[in-house]
């Protein structure tokens, strides 16, 4: 498998894009679990024609370029679509914008023909001729500055950028309105609009991302699940396993017995 990342190098998208990715694995067969993460991505199948996601009871497929948007239980992932994939990692408080539509009104995986129209295919057709990992996500980011041209409106919202940062220091969410100088209903609102889940559900992602990069810095075969229940903002570990089970449909016990080599996917069998 190959595989490439890095930040974004244009500074008009340093509001809007986190990171991007791209991994080539032609062999690639299989289902996959991935658990949720706080960020929502764009994906661009370079090697298919479509993109498919879904939980216990219900799966959705689109076609080869996609808005994923951020989820609060594991997604089963068909491992075929990742033979060549290109991945943008979007800010949290950009979702909405980005779309050009409340964000809480977008399912788990949305098809970005139908957001873009035939700029969707553009992504794709200027990333499918790269010759490598490299050139495919700068073609790619080339293509994306479009989304902040001057005079289109802003795409990401910086009140939703100040809540999140206290969201990530498990600030409580009834004292943030103070701190922002807005009521809680208003800000939870343009929250919801931008990011597409309530500001609790959203500080329960956090949380789990937290936890699970502490787990994977220490010792596999130590993990102290109390103290580190305590480090990630929960109050006790029966707090700690009650969320990471609901979050993920599995024990962080088991989750880590499948030894996942990256972070958020893991086999099947450690659900």
């Not at 490299?134 to 802003?154: K, M, N, T």
């Not at 089970?245 to 069998?269: I, K, Y």
Request: aromatic share 6%.
């Amino acid at each position: 498998m190959t595989s490439y990342g890095r930040a974004p190098h244009r500074p008009e998208l340093a509001g809007i894009v986190q990171r991007l990715w791209y991994v080539e694995d032609p062999g690639s067969t299989g289902l996959e679990v991935k658990l949720p993460t706080s960020t929502a991505q764009l994906l661009i199948n370079l090697s298919g024609d479509r993109l498919s996601c879904g939980g216990a009871d219900r799966r959705e497929t689109v076609g080869p370029y996609a808005l994923a948007s951020i989820q609060t239980g594991p997604q089963v992932l068909d491992r075929t679509e990742q033979r060549r994939l290109v991945g943008v990692v979007i800010r949290p408080e950009a979702i909405g914008g980005l779309a050009r539509l409340p964000a809480d009104a977008i399912g788990p995986l949305a098809a970005l023909d139908e957001l873009w129209g035939g700029w969707a295919e553009r992504l794709r057709e200027v990333a499918e001729p790269a010759a490598g990992g490299a050139e495919a996500l700068d073609r790619v980011e080339a293509e994306l500055v479009q989304l902040a041209r001057p005079g289109d409106g802003p795409v990401a919202d910086p009140l939703v950028r100040q809540v999140i940062d206290r969201l990530r220091r498990n600030e409580r969410i009834g004292t943030i309105g103070d701190r922002v100088g807005l009521s809680q209903s208003s800000w939870t609102r343009r929250f919801r609009t931008a990011v597409g889940l309530s500001p609790k559900r959203y500080q329960r992602v956090l949380r789990l991302e937290r936890v699970i990069a502490l787990a994977r810095e220490g010792d596999a075969g130590r993990r102290d699940w109390a103290d580190l229940a305590i480090t990630a903002g929960y109050y006790d570990q029966a707090h700690l396993v009650g969320d990471f089970t609901e979050l993920t449909g599995t024990s962080p016990t088991r989750w880590f017995r499948g030894r996942p080599e990256v972070a958020f996917h893991g086999p099947l069998s450690a659900r």
